[in-house]
């Protein structure tokens, strides 16, 4: 497995994004409104880190400084 495609449980995933808590994961889950997630079997969960990346990468802002740079 490639280290883009390492599978992190919840709780690591959590500390992964800077502390976010277990439960706020699960309902980010219900709401699908956070990171893409893996089920494996009908109850496991897990988190790719390439999916992290991306959910923390769309997070991403510009300073207005660096906005009008462009």
């Not at 309902?27 to 409104?33: G, I, N, Q």
């Not at 997630?37 to 999916?51: L, P, Q």
């Amino acid at each position: 497995m490639t280290a883009e495609n390492e599978l992190f449980p919840p709780n690591k995933a959590g500390e992964y994004l800077g502390g976010v808590p277990y439960d706020t994961l699960r309902w980010w889950r219900y709401k699908r409104v956070g990171p893409r997630f893996v089920r494996i079997g009908t109850r496991k969960v897990a988190y790719r880190k390439s999916d992290l990346d991306a959910f923390i990468a769309q997070g991403l802002t510009e300073t207005q400084e660096a906005a009008n740079a462009r």
